[in-house]
Every structure is written in structure tokens, then in C-alpha cells.
């Protein structure tokens, strides 16, 4: 497997908290996403990046934020966590483009009380 | 904007039995991918198509890319409980298919 790493893999928090989950790659891949997965919708696009400092909304951004300081590491913070944000979400990074494939992380479980 | 779908949502076979998988896009698209996720497990790659009327093969796996570059299959001959998960295409313009799950009585 490439060499994403995620963390944390769990976390429970309270509504109203602010939380951030972490991606590192290893890889040097120019492009890095982060998706959540809830039964019933599929893998859906959060945010992407196409670069250092460079990011674009996905289809559903509302509630998230991220931040790329630098090439391997791409942060998605949830200022105020909702219910409707547990999830499981998924980073993951492709070479040049999206149109490449991609490779994903292990998942971080997170669940919203 | 774009959208893809699979049938069947779930499939159940009994061990040895084939097992076919279908993807549409309502646009055509310049390449299409497939990935597979074990339960409790994050997508893995298996493929990727580029060429109208495209068939890959990896051992008991064989892909299929249509003419029209709209839709794909993925086809597993006599399957085994290694098969189990949830098998997914991707487009492009980071729209995933809803995937097929795909059971396998031993």
C-alpha cells in the first residue's frame, strides 16, 4: 500500500467541539482528497488539493475546512462538529491528477455525540 | 453534473458461482477506474480503463470498458470468500459509483 497515514484511526468528541484529522503521505503525490463515507451515499468528496496551499470544495465542503502547509501533510478541521459529521472518512492522494488513480488511507472513525 | 450508477446494489452467490457488476455514466468518460473495499477496510485500486472497447484480465477478474466510453463491468469467474466487499467504479470529476456488495456463501 502507498504510504498514507491517517490519524487519529478513532475519535469520539461532543457536538459543538472542534476537531481536525490528519493525512500524511510519504509519496510525494501532487494530489490529496479527503472523503466521507456513510452507508446509503458512497464515498463523497469533502475537499481537495491540488497543491501546497492550493484546495477546492468537493460536493459536500459545507461544515469542513482544510489547510496544506506542505506536500505530505493536508489537515481537514471540522470547527464546530455536528451529529450529521459522523462519519468514516477516508484521505487519499493521486500522482498528477484526478483522473489518476487513488490511493486511500486506512480510514479515521469518527463518531459525533 | 455527472452521475454514476451500479447494479445490482447487493449481490449474493455461492462460492464457484460468477459474478458481474455493471457501471453507468450519464457522460462519457476518458477513463474509468475500479476499486474494491473490504468490510471494515478503505478502496483499494484494481483497474484502470482508457481505450474504447477496453478488456483487462487479472486472474479470475476481467474488466470491460464500452464502446461509447459510458459504461464498464467487472466480472469475477467462479468466485471465493477472498471476493467479499464492495466493489466500486470511479469516473472522473470525483464521482464514485454507490458499488455493488458482493456476498459469497462458502
Known amino acids: 500500500d502507498a504510504g498514507i497515514t491517517q490519524s487519529p484511526r478513532h475519535k469520539v468528541t461532543e457536538t459543538g467541539t472542534p476537531v481536525t484529522l490528519r493525512c500524511h503521505q510519504t509519496?510525494?503525490?501532487?494530489?490529496m482528497y479527503w472523503y466521507r463515507q456513510d452507508p446509503g451515499h458512497g464515498l463523497r468528496l469533502i475537499h481537495y488539493?491540488?497543491?501546497?496551499?492550493?484546495?477546492d470544495k468537493g460536493e459536500v465542503s459545507d461544515g469542513y475546512s482544510v489547510s496544506r502547509s506542505k506536500t505530505e501533510d493536508f489537515l481537514l478541521t471540522l470547527e464546530s462538529a455536528t451529529s450529521s459529521q459522523t462519519s468514516v472518512y477516508f484521505c487519499a492522494i493521486s500522482r498528477q491528477d484526478s483522473n489518476q488513480p487513488q490511493h486511500f488511507g486506512d480510514g479515521t472513525r469518527l463518531s459525533i455525540l | 453534473g455527472q452521475q454514476v450508477m451500479q447494479i445490482p446494489q447487493y449481490q449474493h452467490v455461492q462460492e464457484g458461482e460468477d459474478f458481474t457488476t455493471y457501471c453507468n455514466s450519464s457522460?462519457?468518460?476518458?477513463?474509468i477506474q475500479w476499486y474494491k473495499q473490504r468490510p471494515g477496510g478503505h478502496p483499494v485500486f484494481l483497474i484502470q480503463l482508457v481505450k474504447s472497447g477496453e478488456v483487462k484480465k487479472q486472474k479470475r477478474l476481467t474488466f470491460q470498458f464500452g464502446e461509447a466510453k459510458k459504461n464498464s463491468s467487472l466480472h469475477i469467474t467462479a468466485t471465493q470468500t477472498t471476493d467479499v466487499g464492495t466493489y466500486f467504479c470511479y469516473g472522473q470529476n470525483f464521482v464514485f459509483g454507490p458499488g455493488t456488495r458482493l456476498s459469497v456463501l462458502p
Open positions: 509519496e510525494n503525490h501532487r494530489y
Open positions: 457522460t462519457t468518460l476518458s477513463n
Open positions: 488539493s491540488y497543491g501546497v496551499k492550493d484546495t
